[in-house]
């Protein structure tokens, strides 16, 4: 709140209502896209059962616009960039609304498609419309400020949700539709956002300077395709990865710490808070006692590897998603 307090660089008054509107745009913008990302993932394997395979799919299918936004782009060349990231916002919500109408892989495709086509377009010209506030000297500033703020939506967004479903106040539907309405929030703030250059407000020209490609720069454009697989592959399967370790090792080596337990305690006592370091009681087993807890130490082990190998890959995913959308 401090940053969205500081004007002292936005000296025209229409900058100074556009920061405000794009603050407000911002903050509901990212506490949408937080809360859904915070939830679909378990909707996705809890609500709808979908498997590994599935969530690649639905990952291939979620990309699709993000792919073709050049294209998208081109459609709506003539619309003001906060006209279309408005209309933008008003699809992203109307997506995630009819998330909760979903009760399979094939009837949720089309919301990812809808709710991917409003914020893979959002994400592009939030960054137009903050470098629009002020000269190219100081858009730096105001993009760190709009992060800033971003970032906070989304820290309240993981709060909201940690609270919901810990103290289950809401299912995933009633959740979606919330992630929705901010959606629209943010819609209704950025429409009357002013036409500025340079921070200074002008009439809206429907010519825009033209797309650009130049062949030195072909290397970039190939690394930037194989960035963005990499960035979804690291997050989605990340995510699953570390569900299903979870799934296999909590209970698998709950059950090892019984068994070690039951096979060394009929005929001795046990160190206090043994627990700790169990593994320093295995030579007190004998052969068929340790073939007979090994099983369960070993599927313990590998959902530990498989959390801390799903947690590492989602959290990178995640950050490159946060820092180099």
Known sequence: MQQIGRFSELSAPAARRGFFLLAIMTLCFGLAMSIQENIVTNYFEDVLGLQGPQFG???AIREVPGFLLIFLTAVFYRMSIPRLTSMMLVV??????LFGLSNSFWTVAPWVVLSSMGYHTVLQTQYAL???LTTERRSGSILGKMGAINSAGALVAMVLVFIVFYFD???????????????????????????LHDGEERAFI????PIVFRKPYKLYYYLSIFDGARQQIFFSFGLWVLALG???GIPMGWWYHVVLY????????LPFRWWRNPVELHPLLRPEEYRLVRPWLVTGALGFALCL?????????????????
């Open 57 to 59: 799919y639905i990952t």
């Open 130 to 132: 903050g470098m629009s």
């Open 206 to 209: 429907g010519k825009r300077d």
């Open 169 to 195: 106040l809401l299912s995933f539907r009633p959740m979606f539709v919330i992630a929705g309405l901010f959606a629209l929030i943010a819609a209704g703030a950025i429409y009357n956002f002013p036409n």
């Open 309 to 325: 190998t799903g947690g590492v890959a989602a959290i990178a995913g995640m950050l490159v998603m946060r820092f180099y959308p």
């Open 246 to 248: 979870l799934l296999i």
């Open 262 to 269: 039951r096979t060394l305690a009929s005929r001795m006592a």
């Open 92 to 97: 992203l919500a109307v997506g995630y609304i």
